[in-house]
């Protein structure tokens, strides 16, 4: 408003200045363009007033309208399930009813626990030498001598079936479950030394050599010739056991008197085919890389 004002005044003016000088014609059409000027800013102004009005009714009329919505209802809680606090409710006064006849009758002594038996811990069995088969108790069997030459050599592998029945019969004579008890446990401790009967290399021996072996004595001195098992490395790793372990040392010594007092009985009625046949068994072998060792071969 007050720059329409200002515009109004300073047309007035020029069309004074105008006039005072003597210039009547372009004082009027000062005058006429001021008139025109006004009116221009007179419906600009109309114009805006109408927008501002037009706007405030747009207003009032959205805030009617917020005013007169209705409120949002307050979200519905959920009702409560009755029937899971019926059944805790149950819960609860079955529990008290059995606490309290518990407090109401006389405590009871528990009957004394009866402890088990304890299971006796078994020895690991070696993997490269059959396990000897549960036998009855020793007694009087009869046995050919070339039975026993192939119990002695203890069965070829798991499905040897002949050879575990007559390792039956021969454990159950006394002085042959003794012999191949302590044959057994040496084997094993070779095996353990990746020493196996089957792959040494014997030095061939007759059977008069043998029969002298077993008399005993000086007659031993028959087979200083005899080397047994060409081996070295085989019987330098069996001296090296026997010094370090002593109780490799007391089996390997237990074994050789039991197969030497076997050799002696043995020898006296066995055909020289039957002696030999002892002596390349896997127990036989095992008895000359013993006394190889310990130096018996060499008295």
């Not at 009329?61 to 409560?80: C, E, F, G, T």
């Not at 108790?137 to 002949?162: I, K, T």
């Not at 036989?284 to 190889?292: D, E, K, N, S």
Request: glycine content about 6%; hydrophobic content about 50%; some cysteine.
């Amino acid at each position: 408003m007050r720059q329409e004002a200002a515009i109004g005044l300073i047309w007035a003016a020029l069309a004074v200045v105008l006039a005072a000088f003597g210039l009547v014609l372009p004082a009027v059409a000062v005058v006429v363009l001021g008139v025109l000027a006004l009116g221009f800013a007179g419906l600009r102004l109309l114009a805006t007033q109408s927008g501002i009005e037009a706007r405030l009714v747009d207003l009032e009329a959205r805030m009617a309208s917020v005013a007169n919505r209705p409120a949002a209802a307050p979200a519905a809680k959920p009702a409560p399930d009755t029937g899971a606090l019926l059944a805790r409710l149950n819960g609860l006064t079955t529990r008290l009813e059995v606490l309290e006849a518990q407090r109401a009758s006389p405590p009871t002594t528990p009957p004394p626990a009866v402890a088990e038996p304890r299971a006796e811990p078994t020895p690991p069995s070696q993997p490269d030498q059959p396990e000897l088969p549960i036998l009855e108790p020793p007694g009087d069997v009869e046995l050919s001598r070339a039975q026993v030459v192939r119990a002695l050599n203890f069965p070829e592998n798991a499905g040897d079936d002949v050879g575990f029945a007559l390792m039956r019969r021969a454990l159950a004579r006394r002085d042959l479950a003794e012999l191949l008890q302590a044959a057994e446990d040496c084997l094993n401790y070779l095996s353990q030394q990746l020493l196996y009967m089957d792959d040494l290399l014997m030095e061939p021996a007759g059977a008069e050599d043998w029969r002298a072996f077993a008399k005993g004595g000086r007659s031993r001195a028959a087979l200083l010739p005899i080397q047994g098992i060409r081996d070295e490395a085989a019987a330098a790793t069996v001296q090296k056991r026997m010094r370090s372990d002593a109780v490799f040392r007391d089996t390997a010594l237990v074994f050789q008197r039991r197969f030497d007092m076997f050799l002696g009985d043995f020898a006296k009625e066995a055909s020289d085919a039957e002696l030999l046949g002892l002596m390349d068994t896997r127990t036989g072998r095992a008895f000359i890389l013993f006394a190889q060792v310990s130096g018996s071969l060499a008295a």
